[in-house]
């Protein structure tokens, strides 16, 4: 009898230990009992790394704040970072590092775009839940892919048609002289603009250069034999800080507009008083991370109480961009359930988010919201879609009236 009764005691035991063991086996790959781990590819190194430092700077700071009330139901945001050197081969390499070696629930694309085209077939493939904050490259949401989503930028199918309709509408220019670099959403950028301005009777010249290139006397000769009444730059925000003192030195004085590259304050760090009166299109929310009040207030606030590092020249465009991603991902895994599944994430991608802001509503009111409204559906992963024309007047960006 004894041997019996032990034998049911120990029965019993298992039978109240399944649904634990159940719900433990119901979590995917990259969740543990007490983390989940996601991965981010960004440009830490090299010519990009502007970007990748100041995304890292709102990442971290969105998971300190994140995991200080608490996790995502229970369970600590774990940030593992990769070095995509913001090229096409580091892109390849550093997803490949996050999904196969280090085994992440998901990945968070954090890299320019030449970096973020390259891994979009190894994703289709994997099936990994990739969400894609920065590249605005028109390729990243061209095949439509049930696990690929664009978070903060605005797609540049979205914004090409806003750059034409300011140069057509607002600046009523005639010729424009196009300057494209050779990073991909300059490539790809370019002939669509070009189309856009033709189709309206504006004649447009497409000037090429290489991003990194620091003396543009050759391509700014073939400007003013162009002779236009308007100029737009393509390229990365250092490219166009050292082309509008350039371009003004050599006496073009026609207007200059630039992609949202360039609505960024290293680019009024580097053209210095030549700044004045450019235009560019911002997409970072309300207010610009010049400003310390409001939410942006909230925003460097916190900051300084979770000691987050400031590198050189941050925080900036991207450091708002990628925090209020953060947000996104982790109200996406909340609505996934106790034990998320990627699945589950992808699922809650496409119902779940609606018109979200990070720190507007429960459970994230202790973020700062200063991000712009993103939403997504089953067909449509496209998180935004507006930008808005700014103008540089006594050293800042203001809303161009």
């Known amino acids: 009898m004894f041997g019996r009764a032990r034998y049911l005691t120990i029965f019993v035991s298992m039978l109240a230990a399944l649904p634990l063991m159940r719900a433990a086996s119901a979590a995917d790959i990259g969740v543990s009992e007490k983390e989940i781990k996601i991965g981010v590819h960004t440009s830490l190194t090299g010519g990009a790394s502007f970007i990748g430092q100041g995304g890292r700077l709102g990442i971290d700071l969105a998971t300190a704040e994140i995991n200080a009330h ?39 694309g954090a890299g320019p775009s030449a970096a973020t085209v390259s891994v979009l077939p190894f994703f289709q493939q994997t099936k990994v839940p990739y969400f894609v904050s920065f590249a605005s490259d028109p390729r990243v949401l061209e095949k439509f892919s049930a696990n690929i989503y664009s978070g903060a930028t605005v797609p540049q199918a979205d914004a090409l048609g806003e750059y034409a309709k300011f140069l057509i509408e607002t600046i009523k220019a005639k010729r424009v002289a196009i300057f494209a670099c050779d990073q991909p959403h300059c490539s790809s950028g370019k002939p669509i603009l070009k189309g856009l301005l033709d189709k309206a009777g504006v004649a447009s010249t497409i000037i090429d250069y290489n991003s990194g290139d620091t003396d543009f006397t050759g391509q700014i000769q073939q400007a003013i034999a162009s002779k236009p009444d308007a100029v737009f730059l393509f390229g990365l925000a250092p490219d166009e800080g050292r082309l509008i003192p350039q371009i003004r030195n050599a006496d073009i004085q026609q ?7 360039g609505c960024d304050l290293s680019v009024l760090r580097l053209s210095g008083k030549a700044a004045e009166g450019y235009y560019t299109f911002w997409f970072g929310g309300s207010q610009f991370y010049d400003d310390n009040t409001g939410a942006m207030g909230k925003f460097y606030a916190s900051l300084d109480a979770n000691k ?65 409204p993103r939403t997504f559906t089953a067909t449509d992963h496209k998180g935004t879609s507006s930008v808005v024309p700014v103008v540089v007047r006594n050293g800042s960006f203001k809303p161009v009236s």
Do not use: C, H
């Not at 070095?83 to 490949?96: L, W």
């Open 255 to 261: 207007p200059i507009v630039t992609d949202t590259s």
């Open 70 to 108: 608490g996790g995502v139901n229970g369970r600590k945001l774990n940030v593992v970072y990769v070095d995509d050197r913001g090229a096409p081969d580091g892109g390849v390499s550093a997803a490949r590092r996050l999904v196969d070696e280090e085994k992440v629930f998901a990945v968070f």
């Open 308 to 372: 987050i590092q400031r590198p050189a020249n941050t925080p900036n465009l991207y450091s708002l961009m990628a925090y209020s991603d953060v947000y996104v991902v982790a109200e996406a895994i909340r609505l996934a359930g106790p034990d998320p599944t990627r699945a589950g994430l992808l699922k809650a991608l496409d119902t779940g988010i609606n018109g979200f802001v990070g720190g507007k509503t429960e459970p994230w009111t202790f973020a700062a919201p200063i991000g712009i």
